[in-house]
């Protein structure tokens, strides 16, 4: 049995979820609403206030599907109660971002600023060198938080560019002078 496919899912108050047919799994909550349609082979059921994923049978695909279904179902739930927020850093000098309405303006040393608009759905703040991105779907924020990052990604001579706030850079030695 798939240990991450067997837990269930608790449903905090203020939570509601909807299974339609063709596993249409609506989430409404405080912050929003996420919809997704889920694999059809998985059998999803709503019992009081937990959630719950299983499987057919025991087929390598069905095994696969079974952890990610839970895991997609738990991070709509997780969305819409708490939100998800990616934190980004801009090192090096004269590589700055700024915000204006929904337009994210970087400048990273190249001969123009990079300018990137804000998904539907995701918002994003710059607080001197520090870039926050959030929003309610994980997957939406990871991947804009990836795009802003591979814009100047960090080099590892002197960790020039945009890397994530828990993001460790294995740095290099510079080349040597000779005698």
Request: proline share 5%; no cysteine.
């Amino acid at each position: 049995m798939s240990r991450i496919g067997r837990m269930p899912i608790a449903v905090p108050a203020g939570v509601t979820v909807d299974i339609a047919e063709n596993n249409h799994v609506t989430v409404k909550g405080p912050k929003g609403t996420l919809e997704r349609t889920l694999p059809a082979e998985m059998e999803i059921k709503l019992e009081g206030e937990t959630v719950t994923v299983s499987r057919p049978n025991d087929l390598k695909k069905m095994k696969s599907l079974h952890g990610l279904t839970r895991t997609l179902i738990n991070n709509m739930v997780v969305g819409v109660t708490n939100g998800y927020t990616k934190e980004l850093e801009v090192n090096g000098v004269g590589y700055r971002a700024s915000k204006s309405g929904k337009e994210l303006t970087l400048n990273l040393g190249y001969s123009h600023p990079v300018v990137m608009t804000d998904p539907e759905g995701i918002e994003s703040k710059v607080e001197g060198n520090k870039i926050t991105v959030s929003g309610i779907d994980k997957e939406k924020v990871g991947q804009f938080a990836a795009e802003i990052r591979d814009k100047r990604r960090p080099e590892p001579y002197k960790g020039k560019g945009i890397k994530y706030m828990d993001e460790v850079i294995r740095r290099k030695v510079g080349k040597t002078g000779k005698k």
